[in-house]
């Protein structure tokens, strides 16, 4: 009998088991963590957690939270992180990344049975949001917030959750729907008789008859002051806007309130003086459609934000030293001159001189630049880097609001995003749909004063009551809305409808280099020479892991399966390489003139050399991956629009990315707001810019363009402020989802056309004034019904041809 | 006949009552979560 090898793998959170794994109560851990929590589950019986999904645990390898937590301790910052506050409970919202499964929701929803004090926890599992409920009396937040990291539920807690959002999401549309749609079925039920011809010389058919016209006022009334608010209150703001001559353009809902009215009117006038022919019905059925039209269009993707800006990156609290004491404080109350501790990977929240420590500071975040800076001793750091390393004192030079990376967003660009809503399409056509209308209404008017003056209300009232723009206000939010639908199984989330039609109006593109051209993690590696053996590659390794060069770690991740050896000694020569003595070895890596090596040996693809004990042993060749398909991305782009690269890494790609783009529109060494202001000078020449980029170094060029695409590797992490958010992994669609939005505004079009030939038949109806109430009611919803299966169907049918659903 | 005003009448009485019910459900949050109770059902003892 032979035994089976088999992977081993934690019970906890389903990693291999390696050398460093625990045995425990007959399973298998992969680490000290994974054990922890299992104990703390098996201890308060909570086992089930591994029943409902096996290995649902997250992996806590290499977690370590010594004093990460200790701010938490503070009153005040606590008091800011709280939605209410009382002598015995306390309740706030924390953001879970990590919350993945079925699991997890059971798992956090029981956590009074791990920590007293907790007194409920409910978990928004799309928005991954824990709402919480503790006694203060008996734990603290800090004890929870730490019981949560342990569990491997880390909330991420920035200075954005200080400022409290409880901006509720208002229900309002949908009780409208609810009673709109109320009404609307009932009118429509009690408006039957009526079309059937009663007859009004029978004394029951008579009482029928009011008893149901009358009842149908009564539920006409909600739908018109309730259903049709909105609609009315914008035409009301619109007509007031454009008589005080603050703009030009008509509101699409000044042509909905001139219909909706008419119809209000005009059937109020037929019930109490002609007792009869009213058309309720109508009137309630457009309402809805318009409603339910409008809910499309609200439907977003909940599980992400694109309002995201640098509170959503800033920490809470840092360290402050003071008098030989230090505390924390909340990064918002620093003030210049202060003293601040900066740990290893923590982010520096103000624009501060560095007074004591090696920094090391990595800004990709804020330029894109991937090579960690060195700052001696009295130099300025920027807020936004990330120190390398040990620990630092920093001095603060301006407070966070005034420091360089948050002005950015003091720009004017980022505050006006609210405002481009109304796009070119919908501001023309309803220009023109509502002069027309008036037109057509008011010549009619003068026509039948002059032929048969008891036709001229009648005739007038029923063109503004069939010309509805229903076109504009119904196969648009739906074709916006499938479009939205099909981007989002395509991982590709628009944050409303109206960035489609942005989309197709686009002539220019812009790209950013690092992160969304390459991938942001792993680059391409090769070595050529002599091959090296294992115990050379841990001497490799054992160096590289001293350095936090961006190539040095390119290198060390790469040497994957050797050991790690303590080096003796250890030098980085800025900007040439790294040398070392390992093991009693001599180790040099770095370039061609830092190792000495001969013209005539020189290779001209080569990256790093590398020296063992003074021998030229090899080089390694490293590549950034460009994301896949690439080329055909660019080529394809290329043809229609104007491309552009604006980077803010330096030119060493330029001789690779020449291909793609023209030499002119490379661009490189741009600080944000450089990139921010290339993008408004693009505009001022009539430009209509979409911006593809990822870190927070983007956001402001993502927020000034027209369209500003965020690209990330997992559309649930962290995006910066954007109008749409991009899988990377389906950034080669990209030309495809170019042309879906030009083929959806097509669409719209397309309907508009149909709507229009329903308006041209209607209106002929109503100018000779015969319109009956039957006949208004047939064919007012069947044409908007029929617009609206037009546009939808004609999408999809688009979207198979393009391969996209 | 006139009884089917009267039903009429308590017909739309009850539908209202259910237009109150909805009203109660949107307020109370039911429709602010869609995905966790589905999920929250698996672990119920």
């Known amino acids: ?129 824990l709402e919480l409920a503790y006694s203060p009396n008996d734990t603290s937040l800090k004890e929870i917030v730490e019981l949560l990291a342990t569990l491997g539920y880390e909330p991420l807690i920035s200075l954005n959750n200080s400022a409290k959002n409880v901006s509720k999401k208002s229900n309002k549309l949908l009780k409208q729907i609810a009673v709109t749609g109320f009404c609307a079925g009932n009118i429509m039920l009690l408006s039957f008789p009526e079309y059937f011809n009663l007859d009004l010389d029978n004394a029951v058919d008579a009482q029928y008859q009011s008893f149901f016209l009358y009842l149908n006022v009564l539920l006409a009334l909600p739908v018109f002051f309730y259903g049709a608010s909105d609609y009315l209150k914008g035409a009301y703001i619109s007509l007031k806007e ?128 991937s090579e960690p800076i060195r700052i001696n001793e009295g130099e300025l750091i920027y807020a936004g880097g990330r120190q390398k390393g040990d620990n630092i004192c920093l001095e603060v030079q301006k407070e966070v609001s005034q420091s360089y990376l948050t002005q950015l967003w003091n720009n004017a660009a980022l505050k006006k995003n609210e405002v481009k809503q109304d796009t070119k399409l919908s501001a023309a056509f309803s220009k023109y749909f509502t002069y027309i209308t008036l037109g057509i209404a008011i010549s009619t008017g003068i026509y039948w004063q002059f032929n048969d003056p008891t036709l001229v209300w009648p005739a007038l009232t029923a063109v503004l009551m069939v010309a509805c723009p229903c076109a504009l206000t119904l196969s648009m939010p739906f074709t916006m809305g499938a479009v939205m639908n099909i981007f989002g199984r395509n991982n590709f989330y628009v944050k409303n409808p109206v960035v489609i039609q942005q989309m197709s109006e686009i002539d220019e593109l812009i790209f950013d280099k690092t992160g969304t051209l390459t991938k942001s993690s792993s680059s391409e590696i090769r070595y050529m020479g002599e091959p090296i053996i294992r115990e050379e590659k841990a001497l490799i390794k054992s160096l590289t892991k001293q350095s936090l060069h961006p190539i040095s770690k390119i290198i060390f991740t790469n040497m994957a399966e050797a050991d790690i050896f303590k080096a003796d000694y250890f030098y ?21 003139n830092f190792l000495k090596i001969p013209k005539s040996e020189r290779v001209k693809e080569a990256s790093v050399y590398l020296k063992i004990d003074r021998v030229l042993k090899g080089y390694f060749v490293i590549k950034p991956s460009y994301r896949e398909g690439l080329s055909e991305v660019l080529t394809e782009v290329n043809g229609e629009y104007k491309t552009q690269l604006l980077s803010g890494d330096n030119s060493k790609d330029k001789k690779h990315l020449k ?91 397309l309907s508009f056309l149909l709507s229009l030939v329903y308006n041209f038949i209607c209106i002929s109806w109503a100018v000779t004034g015969q319109l009956s109430p039957v006949v208004a009611a047939i064919f007012m919803p069947l044409s908007s019904i029929s617009v609206v299966l037009f546009a939808i169907v004609l999408t999809h049918i688009s979207a198979k041809k393009l391969k996209l659903v | 006949m006139s009884i089917i005003i009267l039903l009429v009448i308590l017909a739309l009485l009850v539908a209202g009552g259910f237009l109150l019910a909805f009203f109660w459900a949107t307020d109370d949050g039911q429709f602010e979560d869609t995905e966790t109770p589905a999920m929250r059902i698996l672990g119920d003892d």
């Open chain 1, 242 to 369: 454009l008589l005080a001559k603050n703009t030009k353009i008509l509101s699409v809902d000044i042509p909905i309130s001139l219909g909706i009215s008419a119809l209000f009117f005009r059937s109020l006038y037929e019930t109490f003086f002609n007792h009869g022919g009213a058309y309720w019905d109508s009137l309630a059925g457009l309402v809805l459609f318009l409603l339910v039209g409008k809910w499309t269009q609200t439907k977003t993707f909940e599980f992400l934000s694109f309002e995201r800006n640098y509170k959503s990156y800033f920490p809470l609290a840092v360290q402050v030293a003071s008098n030989k004491s230090t505390d924390y404080r909340s990064v918002e109350s620093l003030k210049k001159g202060e003293v601040m501790l900066i740990h290893n990977e923590e982010l520096i929240p103000a624009d501060a001189i560095l007074t004591e420590g090696k920094a090391y500071i990595d800004y990709s975040f804020v330029t894109g630049e």
């Open chain 1, 1 to 129: 009998m032979s035994a089976v090898l088999e992977k081993v793998i934690c019970h906890h959170c389903g990693e291999n088991c390696q050398e460093s794994g625990v045995y425990f109560d007959d399973k298998n851990f992969c680490c000290v963590g994974c054990k922890a929590v299992y104990e703390i589950l098996s201890d308060k019986d909570l086992c089930t957690y591994y029943d409902l999904n096996q290995h649902a645990g997250v992996s806590l390898k290499s977690k370590n939270f010594d004093g990460k937590f200790e701010y938490l301790g503070i009153n005040e910052i606590v008091d800011e992180l709280l939605d209410f506050k009382s002598n015995n409970l306390h309740k706030l919202n924390l953001y879970l990344p990590d919350v993945h499964c079925s699991s997890c929701v059971w798992l956090l929803e029981n956590l009074q049975k791990v920590k007293k004090g907790v007194i409920s926890s409910k978990l928004n599992f799309t928005k991954k949001e």
């Open chain 1, 659 to 749: 291909g793609f783009f023209e030499t002119e529109n490379l661009h490189f060494g741009l600080k944000p707001q450089e990139k921010l202001d290339f993008i408004a000078e693009l505009q001022n020449q009539n430009k209509n810019v979409m911006m593809l980029g990822d870190g927070l170094n983007d956001a402001g060029a993502l927020g000034q363009s027209d369209v500003g695409i965020a690209i990330s590797e997992n559309a649930q992490a962290f995006t910066p402020a954007s109008d749409a958010i991009m899988d990377a992994a389906k950034f080669k669609l990209l030309p495809k989802f170019l042309l879906f939005s030009k083929k959806a505004v097509n669409i719209v079009k």
């Open chain 1, 572 to 592: 980085e020569h800025k900007g040439a390489g790294i040398e070392g003595f390992v093991k009693s070895k001599h180790i040099k890596l770095g370039s061609a």
